[in-house]
């Protein structure tokens, strides 16, 4: 039985999983507090356009979340900040939090201003790079907490000054270090969740070399009005509306050399890409070349209502290589067509890589030392007395799932520091 | 509580370049007589917020309002304990979306002044609800089976209480009959361990098991459940606090399955349930004679993933078909075991177990539509084989396992809904009843789970297929029955390790629906919120739209037909409110007369002014969200627009739309969440009644020589900000097609 020095839990990773398991457990009556690398909290499901199968927007969800935090004086955060170290036992963690620098304190309205003044433009990483955003930037609308934030390229230049005597209310702090700062807890929940698999491994797909060939995480961006695009589904190469749309299922997944697990999801996200592509472009023609359609439970109603369009084909083979062809414009995919055994060179404008979810634990580790499984994953949920895995860090898998882990783990961090 | 109101006007962001906030400060102490206003020209600061403070302090305000930015934001600056606190939103939804200096923008931000003084005028501080009996912690597992015993086990860690009804003999369900299991990490079989689970549960002493025994009966709500517990002849009643609902499933009947499968043809073909039925001390053997196994085939998709039989896949039964296999490789090595499958579904981990399966030398066969021949003795499977295009015949088999799929236990049973149709159509003299026939009802069958004593019906509703599920992807433990949850396989098909979690997740539920329930707060979605119904019962006439429109089944009857709130159930969503249509149904700080209050605090122009009002009610959590981020970028819109937040579009009252065009306004027009299969909103039924009610005041209008194009429901998402401005303008010109309305200053 633990000896319960504290009550409170720390929640490392704010994405579905982890910003439920702080939620509930903030619900049944217990201090939480979130650690948060990015500067917004919600993680990954802020860049979805829609979920499967409903079809509707992450941000209402999230929505309702953050209003849960916000009448829970329960729930602390910590954004931009990342767990450092964590010493002691079940139900006494002393662990060292690093806040980096965000430049914009505490007394930011939001208003913009800084922005509107700003001439330095950035990389989206929230678009994954696919636009520009101003060095000094919301992260995205409904960016919780609403709090803009300085790129330390902005800070180190000529035009910091500027933008520092922009703000009318004296929220911007050029003189921000990073510190640490440290926390006593119960138990502790690791939510940190999951990346894409880097499609440059993926050679034989040529991403990175034809602008066309884009991964399906990019997609939900190109679909999303607040995306490089305004929404609108075009060819990054010239803007062009596609007119062949290929989804390459299994991209670096179910493979020895890549990701050898399935992540589970990318079957349900491609069929979800082609609704989005399908109402935009009512005569797109769309591939989707698989292995297994892997739509478990009632998800496979899904999948019939997307197979009733005829527009729609179902590959049943695996992508062997992606070329471009001669006149520098359509690609060309190498597919050995498992039905008739036949080596098929299919032609497509865009090309969608369904990469797979890779755990941020097979590189980023705990500081402390739990078991992992040969792909990195935490190899248990309790990766150690008092320690709790939740969500993509222990398995690849979809939101309603990954909530009802985060779910499980808050109540799990309970009873580790529950006084009995 | 004596009011003593304080207006606040927050000067930055913009605001006060774009409005004159003299003349708005007027409004509050001319036309308001609000005896405190200031302005600030950064109020959510930390010199803004003592300003306030000062005033609560020495001046003894107690009702502020803060016309600033939006409340979505500096929630944590406003907030003033024990004091009613609104927020005039002048920046998203005023100043970051109309012209700076123009006279609509400033009688935009007037109005939203006007209507925030009317609201804090009809609304008081909510009182916690208290029930009379004392609250239990106590928690109700149905179901001793694998995920039930796992929820009994969690809620005991925890430092609950536990009630666990079995209704067979022991405990263990359809796992205690498993010889081998195959879960996390996947790597291979191991041992099935239920019996360790099965003594620890026995001998905590927080756990009382009732095996062979059923719940008779339940009643009351979250925190003061009385549950009847029947065993042997004998009851026992409980006080409850929550419920696990974890009664797990069964197997298709595979006597339905299309005669190509060969079930019956052959004692040798078995279903994936018989084989862990039919381990012969220890071996598998072969089910005619029990002689040794040296062929067997294994046909997925038996009856699932086709509409004829179980149109969903069972999600565990590729795993279980690799284990099975597997434990015949591991019983003889040379026997030959073939997987015929239509899609192998091995998400995560499980894909190393399909990779071991492969290297054991299982042979794996696709194929959609394999058939068993069987006669006399013979047994063979012919399958198309998609890989290789070409046929295969597997012969001289011992014996073929057919994967037959789980039905959920709450799939059985009559649907009340029919049971009713057909009451009524007998009975003529329920005729008063059919003005209720325009509801959504629910599917609810008799399964003989849980017996509650609701007026809605005995067990939880459902979704398609009869699974009891959430149909909220954020939110999977979201029952339509509070302080109900159901986990395992009973809620969707599920593996071991998901079981244990959804069990654990279940219980966190429950342990937290008791917490909030002591202290009077609603669970989720509004979590926390103090308000609750409360109903002028001497005016009630007793048409039953509350207790039917209810979604969570929150209210009851009694033998008038009077309407029973039972407040710990209720999850405060209004919709109640807005159904009634003698509008006796109020919270302290929401009801029919407060917004009826913000309606008529607007000033609407005279008909030569050309200056038309549209009434934009929308859901607080998605739409008005919408509103606020087409702020944030700077998105303008038609300037005749006024919006009132609602908890739910399902608690607007018709009397609503009655004032306004009485009072002049010239448009209504209601934003609100899909509905329909994919529904989004988040009280399920909220904004299909609101259409549905408003689809009856067309008749209304055209009875008063009114255009029905006047009103207008609109399905918007949280991100439909994109169109939102587009939709609204197009609105104000309808309205300005239209004319106005002829009801105008009168």
């Not at chain 2, 029905?708 to 309808?734: G, H, K, N, Q, W």
Request: with cysteine.
């Amino acid at each position: 039985m633990a000896n319960t020095e504290t009550q409170s839990i720390l929640v490392v990773g704010s994405g579905m999983s982890g910003l439920t398991a702080a939620i509930e457990a903030a619900e049944a009556g217990y201090d939480t507090y979130i650690v948060e690398r990015n500067p917004y909290l919600g993680g990954r499901v802020n860049q979805l356009h829609h979920y499967f199968p409903k079809l509707c927007p992450p941000y209402c969800g999230l929505e309702i979340n953050f209003r849960r935090i916000k009448q829970n004086p329960r729930v602390h955060f910590f954004t931009m900040a990342e767990v450092e170290k964590i010493f002691g036992e079940e139900g006494d963690f002393e662990v060292t939090i690093r806040l980096s620098p965000r430049y914009v304190n505490e007394k930011c309205t939001g208003c913009g201003k800084c922005a509107e003044v700003c001439t330095m433009e950035i990389e989206n990483a929230f678009n994954y790079g696919m636009d520009k955003i101003k060095a000094a930037y919301l992260p995205h609308d409904m960016a919780f907490p609403m709090r803009y934030v300085l790129d330390p390229a902005l800070v180190k230049s000529d035009e910091a000054q500027k933008i520092k005597d922009s703000c009318p209310y004296d929220a911007i702090d050029l003189e921000m270090e990073s510190k640490t700062l440290d926390l006593k807890v119960g138990s502790i929940i690791w939510a940190t969740g999951w990346k894409p698999y880097d499609a440059n491994k993926l050679d034989m797909y040529g991403f990175g070399q034809y602008p066309d060939v884009i991964t399906n995480v990019m997609m939900e961006r190109l679909a999303s009005w607040t995306g490089p695009t305004k929404g609108k589904i075009i060819r990054p190469s010239d803007g062009e509306a596609p007119e062949t749309i290929a989804f390459v299922q299994c991209a670096g997944s179910r493979d020895e050399n890549h990701l050898p697990f399935c992540s589970g999801v990318c079957c349900l996200a491609s069929m979800k890409q082609a609704t989005y592509v399908r109402e935009q472009y009512p005569d797109a023609k769309i591939y989707i070349f698989f292995i297994d359609i892997r739509a478990t439970d009632r998800l496979e109603d899904f999948y019939n209502r997307v197979k009733e369009d005829e527009n729609i084909q179902f590959f049943k083979g695996k992508v062997a290589k992606i070329t471009q062809d001669e006149n520098g414009k359509d690609l060309v995919l190498r597919v050995e067509d498992t039905t008739t055994e036949e080596l098929r060179e299919i032609s497509a404008d865009l090309v969608v890589l369904a990469t797979g979810m890779q755990p941020n634990t097979s590189d980023t580790p705990l500081p402390v030392e739990v078991p992992y499984d040969d792909y990195g994953f935490v190899a248990s949920q309790n990766a150690k007395p008092g320690i709790y895995a939740a969500g993509c860090v222990r398995t690849p898998t979809f939101v309603s799932e990954v909530v009802q882990d985060g779910t499980a783990a808050a109540l799990k961090a309970i009873q580790s520091v529950v006084r009995r | 509580m004596e009011k003593k109101t304080a207006v606040y006007i927050c000067t930055g962001c913009g605001i006060g370049d774009a409005l004159d906030t003299e003349q708005l400060s007027k409004v509050a102490t001319d036309e308001g007589s609000v005896p405190i206003c200031r302005n600030h020209n950064y109020l959510c600061s930390q010199e803004g917020v003592e300003f306030i403070k000062n005033d609560i302090d020495n001046e003894g305000a107690n009702t502020l309002i803060i016309a600033a930015c939006s409340h979505r934001v500096m929630y944590d600056a406003f907030n003033f304990e024990n004091c009613i606190v609104d927020r005039v939103n002048i920046r998203e939804q005023v100043v970051w979306c109309q012209k700076p200096g123009d006279e609509d923008t400033q009688m935009m931000a007037e109005d939203y002044l006007r209507m925030a003084m009317a609201k804090v005028d009809n609304m008081e501080l909510p009182e916690p609800y208290k029930p009379e009996e004392e609250i239990s912690r106590d928690i109700l597992v149905v179901g001793g089976g694998l995920t039930g015993m796992t929820s009994a086990l969690d809620a005991a860690k925890a430092g609950h209480s536990v009630v666990l009804v079995e209704k067979e003999s022991q405990l263990g369900g359809f796992q205690g009959r498993v010889q081998k299991v195959a879960t996390f990490p996947y790597k291979g079989t191991e041992d099935n361990d239920l019996e360790a689970l099965i003594q620890e549960v026995t001998q905590n002493e927080k756990i009382k098991v009732y095996t062979g025994a059923k719940v008779d009966k339940t009643v009351g709500g979250p925190g003061v459940f009385e549950a009847t517990i029947s065993q042997n002849g004998t009851t026992a009643e409980h006080r409850i606090g929550a419920i696990v609902l974890a009664a797990g499933w069964q197997p298709y009947d595979p006597k339905k399955l299309d005669e190509k499968l060969g079930f019956g043809a052959s004692p040798n073909v078995i279903t994936n349930v018989m084989f862990e039925e039919s381990f012969n001390g220890g071996e598998i053997s072969r089910p005619s004679d029990g002689k040794d196994v040296t062929n067997v085939a294994f046909l997925q998709c038996a009856g699932q993933r086709d509409p004829d039989h179980l149109p969903y896949c069972s999600s565990v039964c590729c795993v279980t078909a690799l284990k099975q296999a597997l434990q015949i490789k591991a019983q003889n090595q040379d026997a030959n075991v073939f997987v015929v499958y239509k899609e192998m579904r091995t998400p995560g981990q499980s894909e190393d177990l399909y990779r071991k399966a492969q290297e054991e030398g299982i042979t794996f066969i696709r194929c959609q539509s394999p058939e068993v021949k069987a006669s006399g003795e013979s047994l063979a499977v012919e399958a198309e084989d998609e890989l290789l295009g070409e046929a295969v015949i597997m012969e001289d088999l011992d014996m073929v396992v057919l994967a037959t799929g789980m039905v959920p236990v709450t799939a059985f049973g009559m649907d009340i809904t029919q049971e009713e149709k057909e009451k009524k159509e007998e009975d003529e003299a329920k005729k008063g009843e059919e003005d209720l026939d325009d509801i959504p009802l629910d599917v609810i069958r008799r399964s003989d789970l849980l017996n509650l004593e609701y007026r809605q019906g005995p067990e939880l509703p459902a979704l398609r297929y009869d699974f009891p599920d959430s149909h909220f992807i954020c939110f999977p433990y979201e029952s339509r029955r509070t302080g109900i949850y159901p986990a395992g396989c009973v809620r969707r098909p599920m593996g071991i390790a998901t079981a244990q979690e959804d069990a654990a997740g279940a219980v966190m539920k429950a342990i937290q629906c008791i917490e909030l329930t002591s202290q009077g707060a609603a669970v989720h979605p509004r979590v926390g919120d103090m308000s609750f119904p409360e109903f002028a019962m001497q005016r009630c006439t007793q048409c039953k739209r509350c207790t039917v429109e209810c979604p969570f089944g929150a209210i009851n009857e009694d033998e008038e037909a009077n309407p029973l709130p039972q407040i710990t159930r209720c999850r405060r969503c209004g919709v109640c409110m807005g159904a009634c249509p003698e509008r006796i149904i109020s919270f302290k700080n929401y009801s029919v007369q407060m917004i009826g209050a913000m309606i008529k605090a607007i000033n609407v122009p005279e008909e030569d002014e050309e200056k038309p009002r549209i009434l934009v009610l929308a859901c607080e959590n998605d739409a008005y969200a919408a509103l606020d981020m087409a702020g944030i970028n700077r998105m303008k819109y038609n300037a005749w627009i006024r919006v009132i937040p609602l908890r739910c579009l399902g608690s607007m009252n018709l009397v609503w739309i009655a004032d306004s065009l009485s009072k002049g306004i010239d448009g209504i027009i209601l934003l609100g969440c899909k509905h329909g299969d994919d529904y989004q909103c988040h009280f399920i039924k909220g904004s299909e009644l609101a259409d549905i009610r408003l689809s009856k005041v067309s008749e209304t209008l055209n009875r008063l020589a009114l255009e029905s194009e006047r009103v207008r429901f609109e399905t918007v998402s949280i991100i439909d900000y994109d169109r939102l401005p587009a939709v609204l303008d197009e609105f104000a010109e309808t309205i300005d097609e239209v004319g106005p309305n002829p009801f105008k200053g009168w």
